[in-house]
């Protein structure tokens, strides 16, 4: 089994955010792959379902972002899995927008979701990290975060959750080679073989010589000729 978890801050006011990702990112996992309707549980919104033969159970903590670890802990005690089982779906200050890369403990950066579970399950989970961009000077970062994303991010936006929910079964499994693979055909994909290129540009022809280049004659024949 598997617990995936979304951070996040809670209600619609917060949903459109930037900081709330990682909830995104469960949710178009949950309505892809026909996951249980969301219910209350362990201070947080819960959904339970099967990528192939592996159980996951997804989680989005109800209490706001720097408290994320306290439902993380509870869920994890109650099905008696390991911080190993745990992968963590978060924003990423540090990576372009749109980019995806996963990484197996480590430091929390600062971030105070990651902040949170540390402290109450380990530094040792899987994170997948959700590029947003930085907004350029560590004093904005708070606004930032606490912004939706604008229109023009909405393809990119689009196209990465629907890479992440693709590739989510490779990431239960423990393949996170083939999961970033899945992202990757979103969010940049190959071009197409049959696509059309530019023809070539060939060099117009070398102009024919004239008569008057190919005439060897002197100009004392030219003349005697005319009056022939």
């Not at 963590?88 to 950066?109: I, N, Q, T």
């Not at 979701?113 to 004093?139: A, E, F, N």
Request: charged share 25%; proline share 6%; glycine share 10%.
């Amino acid at each position: 089994m598997k617990l995936f978890v979304g951070l996040g801050n809670p209600g619609p006011k917060y949903a459109g955010n930037r900081h709330n990702i990682g909830f995104m990112a469960l949710d178009r996992m949950a309505e892809d792959h026909g996951f249980a309707p969301w219910r209350g549980k362990f201070q947080a919104q819960v959904s339970e379902g099967k990528f192939g033969s592996e159980k996951v159970i997804l989680l989005k903590p109800d209490t706001f972002m720097n408290l994320s670890g306290q439902a993380v802990g509870e869920a994890m005690r109650f099905y008696k899995l390991d911080s190993v089982d745990v992968t963590v779906f978060h924003d990423e200050l540090d990576l372009a927008p749109g980019k995806c890369r996963v990484k197996s403990g480590g430091g929390h950066a600062g971030h105070n979701g990651l902040r949170s579970i540390h402290q109450h399950i380990s530094p040792h989970y899987d994170r997948v990290r959700l590029g947003i961009g930085h907004p350029g000077h560590k004093d904005k970062v708070a606004g930032y975060v606490l912004r939706d994303f604008a229109k023009a991010d909405q393809d990119w936006l689009d196209d990465l959750l629907r890479g992440i929910s693709d590739g989510a079964s490779h990431l239960a499994a423990g393949d996170s080679g083939k999961f970033m693979n899945a992202v990757a055909l979103r969010v940049a994909p190959p071009r197409s073989s049959t696509s059309k290129s530019k023809p070539a540009k060939v060099a117009p022809p070398p102009e024919p010589q004239t008569a008057a280049e190919d005439d060897t004659r002197s100009a004392m024949q030219k003349l005697v000729d005319k009056f022939r």
